[in-house]
């Protein structure tokens, strides 16, 4: 269209001149989120989706590798905002953390914002978080959940894609890491992110999503990154010691202890498969267990051989009353207060 009257221009920069970004930058936590990314805790009611976005804003925190696993790239400040849990509980969830990892909880550099509630679709809520954005510079923001962050349609791309629009212009005005938690819904859907509730703009969100799935007594953690090769699904369960304290997500790996004694390797394996529910190859199930390719592959032939396992053209799977098996079968600025 023809321009008529005089107006400012958009700046525009040869692509040659933008910023670089090395590799060291690209991570906030190694493998799980990226610096400055945005993006979805997701996963039905009950899936610890609360646990796993204390555990990365306590990591970040404190320089200490988010499940005992990823590490922490740029430590910095965690701001955080549970909406369903009362101050009481969200230091007590973040103590357990502490006591697990053996931090001082009055070093740890995590705020809480301690506003009784917060409106994202109201101008004035948007405003003072922008302000305590300024005023905190947080490396990470944690805001859960959704549900309760808003009085919008959720199955209103119009008005939930306004509301993510407002998280974006937040993170790179700020550098700072946003992470939404959000509810998926029960139902089986062939990628984790189509699962979750309201509009697809919330799938489409993410430059790093993190969703949990409940299997059994245990859970799945999937990764999806927009820039990077996603790791292998991680089985995590909810631990605490004895007495109950010091409660945190972890890895199932190194193997649980079973009436004192490591589980037998080929049980191991059995027990992986079936907590990650999909199909995985040698290569990953080496580096899960941590075992060499001659035990390894001396598991698999004997699993094989009694019909617990079939090799598929994507790995290896449990056998199931329809899947092929023996040893022929190869289909292959708000109020703030600190945790």
Known sequence: ????EPHERLPVVPVAQLDRQEPHQRWLITDLWG????????????????????DMATSVASATPCLGRFSVEDPGT?????????????RARVAALCEHRGLDIAHLDVKVIATPTLRLDRASDQQRLAATLEHIRP?????????????????????????????????RCFATAVVLVH????????????????????????????????????????????????PEPLALRLASRPDGSATHLEPLLPL???????????????????????????TTLRAQLKVNNQ?????????????????????????????????????????????
């Open 1 to 4: 269209m023809a321009v008529t």
């Open 35 to 54: 610096r400055g990314a945005v993006g979805i805790i997701g996963g039905a009611p009950k899936c610890c989706k609360s646990w796993l976005g204390l």
């Open 78 to 90: 965690s701001l955080i905002y549970l909406a369903e849990d009362a101050l009481p509980m969200v």
């Open 139 to 171: 490396r990470l923001l944690l805001l859960d959940p959704l549900v309760r962050l808003h009085r919008l349609d959720e199955n209103s791309a119009a008005d939930i894609s306004g509301l993510l629009g407002y998280l974006r212009e937040l993170q």
């Open 183 to 230: 509810h998926a819904s029960k139902k089986h859907r062939a990628q984790p992110g189509q699962a979750l509730r309201g509009s697809g703009d919330l799938h489409a969100f993410g430059d790093d999503n993190a969703y949990l799935a409940r299997h059994g007594e245990n859970l799945v953690l999937t990764l999806e990154h927009r820039q990077a090769k996603a």
């Open 256 to 282: 649980p202890v079973a009436q004192g004694k490591t589980l037998a390797l080929a049980d191991a394996v059995v027990q992986l498969l079936a907590a990650t529910n999909r199909p995985l190859g040698r």
């Open 295 to 339: 035990r390894l592959g001396d598991a698999l032939t004997q699993l094989q051989q009694q019909n617990r396992l079939v090799r598929t053209g994507d790995g290896w799977q449990l056998a199931t009353a329809t899947a092929p098996s023996g040893p022929g079968a190869t289909t292959e600025q708000l109020p703030l207060h600190l945790a």
